[in-house]
């Protein structure tokens, strides 16, 4: 789990496919915060991690600067993406992700489940 992939090692970021997408609503399927759901605020496509709101929280310790008050500050660290499943508006939980292109072409993300389109907000 903290080793990167090998098969992606070496892979441009457009290369890596990757189920989750910014402002998706997610589900944590493992670790301490296992049945949490938040929003995805960041992608590291390469490193196969996301950020997700409220979800893997780690306190730092902030030396006080002309920008900050410093002392400790609780921000969302990157969680690797198989420990997350994105959140079907439907179904309401966490679902497998298949694709599925439109008759005018674009590609869509589809609920393994219901078939709902889920689609990336903005
Ligand atoms: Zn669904």
Redesign the pocket.
Known sequence: MLFRSKSKRGLKPHQVKCAIRKNDQVVVIAGKDRGKVGKVLQVFPRRQRAVVEGVNIVKRHMRPTPYSEGGIIEKPAPIHISNLMVM??????G?RIGRKVLEDGTKVRV??????I?EAKE
């Open positions: 079907c508006p439907k179904c309401m939980k679902v609920c393994k489940k219901c078939g709902e889920i």
